[in-house]
């Protein structure tokens, strides 16, 4: 088994992240009833014994003691990181993983990344050394972290980079939570662009997300549980939204909108962490979903968002969860991948699913699905025991399709509308290290990656006949 | 003679434990519908064929369980303790923690052989404790990662380390419609190694077991154990012991031997095809009778259609009339030609089934002698609850299609370069992808060409 480690930077990736601590507690307390320390959590947490102090040894096998959070909090300002470690939560986060400065990144991606990130540079080496050494077998990085502002996208970036140097057999998952048109950040193109470039080159896998698109999904969530429409009650730990059931009481305002992205990580390595007849790793992900080294955006979606109180009807309700995980409306990003074109897809199911149930939604499906032409087949599949807390089944679906273009095409324009102006450069450009060439390079980056995608729609992947086989001498 | 079989990755060790349950419950089923003397006989063959003795009492599979990622074989493990009835040795089993990502090239390049000494002394082991040792048979799937690069590395080293053995590897086809990505790609590498190294492949289909489990078997929600299932049975319908055509009247020796030296005369024909009849339900199975007749007719049309079971078979394909002697692509279309079969008969009455209908030369290309090209084996134990059962493994052009479209589908991919960095990174560069694409446009030729 192997272990992974989150690295949440700014105030963003920290919030987000705090949430998927609490979650991922309350799924394993669900599974695993007798309280040992066991392999699937030891993906994500320590044991450590604690009873002489918070420096104690780690213990490998037998109960739990006080498990710790395989993580590195990174802010440049305390008062997201300062609130975990009052929370609930408290006691997950060792004190040696945190990295926090005073005054902020003034949501400038240059303040981030060459500022703190040369500052801070040893410091992060060696707390993630730390992190690595009390690992068995280190597979990934997740890093969560914002684009728009100058922590989570400057600091963030720079980690990563860090990351490709120091650990460059570790894959590095990124989840970066991109801006929206009418952000309030005024720099955030510039920062979002500046970050791309560093996603494009030194990330293994990147999972968009788009603020717009969890906040359709919440209120969704809202209307259906207020328009008492269906009758039934809803599950409310099956809220694909809800803290409940886990050690957080006080619901803040983007606590919904993070649950989601929360969720999205924990289905992601449950095939990794709990048993399946089909399992999906994280190696296999990146495998699976990356033919050219560059596209490596996977448009993701979750469902169901909710379970009913009541079970009835199972087989319809789960081939609607399939069906809902093309529609545009469960798309993390503002994307419709029904109507663009698919690179690869893949499908990870958890719960009482079987294999004829996969293969029976993908039969129907497919006819309306656009896959390139050298994949026409390209599905990778996964299907794992157990299933997520509050409900009996669940799917994630993660895209490698053209439909990101548009996000990233709308990033360009109103990258270009600043720069063409010249606007707030100087702030960046009077950071050491900084030149123009950073800006002229970042944007052609983001031109170059924008062109494949153009080149994939325009030619749907490849020549028009299929490319004719070898010719044996008979 | 004994068999050591090697588990390689998720599919092989799941596989392979429904492998030796239903071979340890078919021993200890009632419905044996024949002497004592004779059951007595079958039970010993079978226990000294795949199990060893240890001093628990609990007889303990021949096998070498092989995974890069543990939780597969931890509960392979588990499951077998939990029967009660067999297990595997606490010792033979190899895991790592990372598992191999679906990358072939990982597999191969990396784990292999990283791992070979290990690997191969568990093998050494288990061959050791085998008073004859009868050869090897590996399970694993072409689609993944571990099953078949590491499994592909590892037929080569048993090819090394014991050049005299028999060496058969049981491969899982995919389903059509993608279960991993890259799996036409990590299959036409695995093919192309595996036949060079390997006497014979014996190929299950996903899809065609799939088939049978929805309507031979009547299962509503098919799962993967449900599929394996149906393969373990296919497998042991061959390998439980039976009495070969001269053999005397003990059972088999050479399980494997007896399989392979006829099946594959030639070294450039190594892909066999495996049918079974009947296969239903069991809560059917009180309920339905069977005659050999009937079984022996739809068997010998099923190898005729290339149809995957008993239902469904087009009764409109016949064989080329005899004496005329017509080049091979004016022969009626949808004809399986084969080089040679083998047909296994298990229950009530064996002696007096009539199988001169498998041996009408028109069935076979011309090279061998009718009575060479088929061999049948029988035994008057009935199988695994089946009054009456014909297994027929077959040396034809069964698979031509199904590698055709793999090989086509993963060339389509490699003209588009797709995925390609994930195979450099490891060690697999372009020109090995052609080597392997040649290979196998080769053997698609020969068979073709039948």
């Known amino acids: 088994m192997t272990q992974s480690v989150v690295v949440q930077v700014g105030q963003c990736g920290n919030q987000v992240g705090c949430r998927f601590w609490d979650l991922a507690l309350r799924e394993h307390a669900a599974v695993n009833k007798k309280g040992i320390y066991d392999e699937a959590l030891s993906s994500f947490f320590r044991n450590v014994d604690t009873r002489s102090g918070d420096n104690g040894p780690d213990i490998y096998k037998g109960k739990i003691c006080s498990l710790k959070a395989r993580a590195l909090l990174i802010d440049m300002e305390e008062g997201v990181v300062n609130e975990i470690l009052q929370g609930p939560l408290r006691d997950v986060f060792d004190s040696k993983q945190l990295i926090t400065d005073v005054s902020g990144s003034g949501n400038n991606w240059a303040v981030g990344h060459k500022i703190y990130g040369c500052q801070y540079r040893e410091n992060i080496v060696e707390k993630l050394r730390k992190t690595a050494e009390h690992c068995d077998c280190l597979q990934c990085f997740f890093i969560i972290h914002s684009m728009g502002g100058g922590t989570g996208s400057g600091l963030g970036t720079f980690v990563l980079n860090l990351l490709e140097e120091e650990f460059p057999e570790v894959y590095r998952f990124v989840t970066s939570v991109y801006p929206s048109g009418e952000d309030d950040v005024v720099t955030s193109p510039y920062n979002s662009v500046l970050a791309m470039k560093e996603l494009n080159e030194h990330a293994d896998c990147v999972l968009p997300i788009e603020n717009e698109s969890l906040f359709e999904i919440v209120n969704k969530i809202h209307q259906m549980i207020n328009s008492g429409k269906l009758g039934s009650t809803v599950k409310q730990n099956s809220l694909v939204t809800s803290s409940a059931g886990s050690a957080k009481t006080l619901e803040k305002p983007f606590d919904a909108m993070n649950n989601i992205v929360a969720n999205l990580l924990l289905n992601l390595t449950s095939s990794a962490r709990f048993e399946g007849s089909l399992n999906m790793d994280l190696n296999e992900i990146s495998m699976n979903l990356v033919p050219f080294p560059r596209l490596h955006y996977l448009v993701s979606s979750l469902t169901p968002l909710y379970t009913l109180a009541d079970v009835n009807v199972p087989s319809r309700r789960l081939d609607q969860m399939f069906s809902d995980a093309f529609s545009r409306d469960h798309q993390l990003i503002q994307a419709d991948p029904k109507h663009s074109l698919y690179l690869a897809c893949a499908l990870l199911v958890r719960g009482n699913v079987q294999v004829s149930d996969l293969r029976r939604n993908i039969e129907r499906l497919k006819p309306s699905l656009h896959f390139v032409s050298w994949n026409q087949e390209g599905w990778k599949t996964g299907l794992c025991s157990v299933p997520p807390v509050g409900h009996s089944h669940s799917l994630l679906a993660l895209a490698n399709n053209t439909c990101v273009k548009p996000t990233f095409i709308e990033l360009k324009d109103r990258f270009m509308k600043l720069y063409k102006k010249k606007a707030h450069l100087h702030h960046y450009l009077q950071i050491d290290g900084m030149e123009q060439s950073c800006f002229s390079e970042a944007i052609s980056s983001l031109s170059d990656l924008i062109e494949e995608y153009n080149e994939l729609d325009a030619t749907k992947g490849g020549p028009r006949i299929d490319p004719s086989r070898l010719k044996i001498a008979v | ?450």
Not at chain 2, 415 to 444: N, P
């Open chain 2, 1 to 450: 003679m004994s068999i050591v079989t090697v588990q390689l990755g998720q599919c092989g060790n799941q596989i392979g434990h429904e492998l030796f349950s239903v071979l340890c419950s078919d021993i200890r089923g009632t419905h044996g519908l024949c002497s004592k003397k004779e059951n007595e006989s079958y039970q010993e063959s079978c226990k000294e064929r795949f199990f060893s003795e240890e001093q628990s009492g609990v007889p303990a599979a021949r096998a070498v369980l092989v995974d890069m990622e543990p939780k597969v074989i931890s509960q392979t493990l588990s499951m077998a303790a939990r029967s009660g009835l067999w297990k595997y040795n606490s010792h033979s089993h190899f895991c790592q923690k990372q598992g191999s990502g679906n990358n072939w090239a990982n597999g191969y390049c990396v784990h292999g052989p990283r791992h070979k000494e290990a690997i191969m002394e568990l093998v050494q082991r288990e061959a050791e404790k085998c008073d004859l040792l009868g050869g090897f048979v590996t399970i694993m799937s072409m689609a993944g990662g571990t099953g078949s690069g590491l499994g592909a590395f590892v037929t080569q080293c048993l090819r090394d380390a014991f050049p005299t053995s028999f060496l058969l590897n049981h491969v899982i086809w995919p389903y059509g419609t993608g279960e991993v990505i890259v799996q036409n790609y990590n299959s036409v590498l695995t093919l192309s190694h595996l036949y060079h190294s390997a006497d014979a492949l014996l190929v299950h289909e996903n899809d065609v077991i799939h088939k049978i489990c929805a309507q031979l078997m009547n299962i509503k929600q098919i799962s993967f154990r449900d599929v394996n299932q149906v393969i373990a049975h296919q497998l042991g319908s061959v390998f439980q012991p039976t009495h070969t055509a001269g053999g005397g009247s003990g059972y088999s020796r050479n399980p494997l031997g007896d399989l392979l030296e006829p099946l594959v005369p030639h070294p450039e024909f190594r892909m066999l095809g495996l049918r079974n009849i009947p296969q239903m339900a069991e809560s059917s199975l009180a309920f339905s009778s069977f005659s050999w007749p009937g079984l022996i007719k739809h068997l010998r049309q099923i190898l005729i259609a290339n149809a995957h079971m008993e239902e469904g078979i087009d009764w409109q394909v016949r064989p080329p009339q005899p004496g005329s002697s017509i080049p091979s692509t004016n022969k009626p279309l949808h004809f399986n030609t084969s080089i040679a079969n083998l047909v296994v008969l298990r229950g009530k009455d064996v002696h007096s089934v009539d199988l001169g209908s498998f041996q009408d030369p028109s069935l076979y290309t011309s090279w061998l002698n009718p009575q060479d090209a088929f061999t049948a084996w029988k035994t008057p134990r009935a199988f695994n609850k089946y009054e009456k059962s014909a297994a027929l493994v077959s040396n034809s052009q069964f698979l031509l299609k199904p590698l055709d479209s793999i090989v086509g589908k993963a060339w389509n991919m490699f003209a588009s370069k797709a995925y390609l960095h994930q195979y450099t990174k490891f060690g697999i560069q372009e020109e090995d992808f052609l080597d392997c694409f040649t290979t196998l446009e080769q053997v698609i030729s020969s068979y073709t060409n039948l």
